[in-house]
């Protein structure tokens, strides 16, 4: 037996938590926030992780594993049975208001850490199935038209100005969520529009994915304030937007600063040097290996089990929670960064464009 695929197991440490969170009625109820952002992004200043890939021989078997994708099917189950055990709980006139809030943290952790995480890497396989379980992931969030803008959008125009979801030199994130929201949804009206078209389908049809999308999305909203309550449905609110923040903030750090080169009338092709990099292990098991995102963007079929590290990546200083937190503070993400790229583009070709 495969010993060394158990350690994906760790990815349900953070549902474990967010069970204890939303099972609390006062201060545990933080249990998951303090968790993910004190107490991994502490572990993970004193960690570098390993930068050893797969060899071709485990790679070809790891691939073929069904255990890794057993895994994370698993999550979507449990995504829908947090979300409602968190409706439940927090309809609970009892509770005070800071225990309500600690589990709206509690699930829009469990929204954006591991269900868009799990939606992003199930949107990228070819079957039926798992981009539906995508799709049901990203409704819990309410944010669908990711499925599309993700693919098509930013894998296209990553590391470019016309890509909202790639933050720019000196962009601070609270701006960057602005840009990279709207213009991610409306870059997804926009290439739905263009797929219909190309197929000679109406855009005001079934057919068109975003509005069924906005459909289903409105359907839930509905259901939620009628099953339970307007309060119930604003904490839930709170938690979706919490959720599809924590992806945005982690779109902000994958390619602050970095940028591919213009090509004729496009650019270069993508490469591992577009996407910063992070090895730290906490980080990349809890995240099923998101922070190894130069190879996922150099080769986005690649399943988490089996990215790789490139020497010529830039990297992190941290894992992401870390990096997650250090943003959320400008003039000090500015200070780290600004000095990693520095030191990058001594060593490196520059792919920063000011």
Request: hydrophobic share 45%; charged share 15%.
């Amino acid at each position: 037996m495969n010993f060394s695929r158990l350690k994906y197991l760790l990815v349900y440490t953070i549902p474990a938590f967010i069970v204890v969170s939303l099972s609390s009625d006062g201060w545990g109820t933080y249990a998951t926030i303090i968790f993910t952002f004190i107490f991994i992004p502490l572990l993970e200043l004193f960690m570098s992780g390993s930068t050893e890939n797969l060899s071709k021989i485990k790679e070809a078997i790891a691939k073929e594993d069904r255990f890794y994708d057993y895994i994370l099917y698993a999550l979507v189950p449990m995504q829908y049975a947090i979300m409602f055990y968190f409706l439940h709980n927090v309809s609970d006139l009892t509770l005070p208001l800071y225990a309500k809030i600690g589990m709206v943290t509690a699930f829009g952790i469990s929204c954006g850490v591991f269900g868009i995480n799990a939606a992003h890497e199930l949107g990228h396989r070819n079957t039926w199935y798992e981009q539906l379980m995508s799709k049901l992931l990203l409704l819990t969030s309410l944010y669908m038209h990711f499925f599309i803008e993700h693919n098509r959008g930013h894998h296209k125009h990553v590391s470019t100005d016309e890509d909202p979801a790639s933050s720019r030199y000196g962009e601070v994130v609270y701006t960057f969520y602005f840009r990279s929201v709207i213009g991610g949804w409306l870059s997804a009206w926009r290439l739905e529009a263009s797929r219909l078209k190309s197929e000679g389908k109406a855009f005001w049809s079934i057919h068109n994915e975003m509005l069924r999308f906005q459909i289903i999305q409105l359907m839930l909203i509905l259901a939620i304030g009628l099953f339970f309550n307007l309060t119930t449905l604003l904490f839930f609110l709170v938690s979706a937007t919490m959720g599809f923040l924590l992806l945005e903030t982690v779109n902000y750090i994958e390619h602050y600063g970095l940028r591919r080169k213009k090509k004729g009338a496009g650019y270069e092709r993508t490469l591992p040097i577009h996407s910063w990099n992070s090895n730290h292990p906490l980080g990349r098991l809890l995240l099923l290996e998101l922070s190894r995102h130069s190879d996922h963007h150099f080769v986005a079929n690649r399943k988490y089990q089996t990215l790789r590290h490139f020497e010529e990546s830039p990297q992190m200083p941290t894992g992401y929670p870390g990096m997650v937190l250090l943003s959320l503070f400008p003039p000090l993400w500015f200070m780290v960064m600004h000095q990693q790229l520095a030191k990058y583009t001594q060593v490196h070709e520059s792919t920063l464009t000011t």
